[in-house]
């Protein structure tokens, strides 16, 4: 019933910036945690960002802090990832995900729903 839809990927030099979309729909997530998390060859999936969606508040992994903001348009029940000063340790496919809860939630295996993700590359 919830979809989510990552668009934004693409290859990018190091420096560069890119702004990852996720288009979520299939009810209403004022009660939801959205979250992005990202995936490299042969590493676990790891938490990268995390909004409420209705209070906007927002939560970030120390590999990404500073460089990457979080947030979400609810007229158009998107979240958006923006990722500044890339590095190529940042590659990786990037997915959004979704969770009924209060709580901003960090842990891959806490959220319920996901989309099919979006490649990052960074190039050096």
């Known amino acids: 019933q919830v979809q989510l839809v990552e668009s934004g990927g693409g290859l990018v030099q190091a420096g560069g910036s890119l702004r990852l979309s996720c288009a979520a729909s299939?009810?209403?997530?004022?009660?939801?945690?959205m979250g992005w998390f990202r995936q490299a060859p042969g590493k676990e999936r790891e938490f990268v960002a995390a909004?409420?969606?209705?209070?906007?508040?927002?939560t970030y992994s120390d590999s990404v802090k500073g460089r990457f903001t979080i947030s979400r348009d609810k007229a158009k029940n998107t979240v958006f990832l923006q990722m500044n000063s890339l590095k190529p340790e940042d590659t990786a496919v990037y997915y959004c995900?979704?969770?009924?809860?209060?709580?901003?939630?960090?842990?891959?295996?806490?959220?319920?729903?996901w989309g099919q993700g979006t490649q990052v590359t960074v190039s050096s």
């Open positions: 299939g009810r209403t997530f004022s009660s939801y945690a």
């Open positions: 995900a979704a969770v009924r809860s209060g709580l901003l939630r960090v842990g891959r295996n806490e959220y319920d729903y």
């Open positions: 909004i409420r969606w209705s209070a906007g508040s927002t």
